[in-house]
């Protein structure tokens, strides 16, 4: 199975979606840095607008992720509720 990531800035509009992203997400590992946080995550990473949501006590468009994002890999599925990164097989 391949990895998939994401990176952010890590800043106070980034802090409540890392906490989704790790809470959804128990297989993926945490990588911070001074200036980014990088998980990566074996075959599937699930970003999910209602728990950011949840989290920030707001509504959330998840195109509002891509102001904090520095890269991602992975083939990269986006709705309007879920943004998801995988390797097809």
């Not at 998980?39 to 607008?49: C, N, Q």
């Amino acid at each position: 199975m391949s990895t998939v990531f994401i990176a952010l800035q890590t800043n106070d509009d980034t802090r409540p979606i890392i906490e989704s992203i790790m809470a959804d997400n128990p297989h993926a590992r945490l990588n911070e840095a001074p200036a980014m946080v990088k998980i990566d995550a074996e075959g599937k990473l699930t970003v999910k607008r209602e728990s950011i949501e949840e989290r920030l006590g707001r509504e959330f468009d998840l195109q509002e992720l891509h102001i904090n994002l520095i890269s991602l890999s992975g083939n990269l599925d986006e709705t309007d509720d879920e943004l998801t990164l995988s390797w097809n097989s």
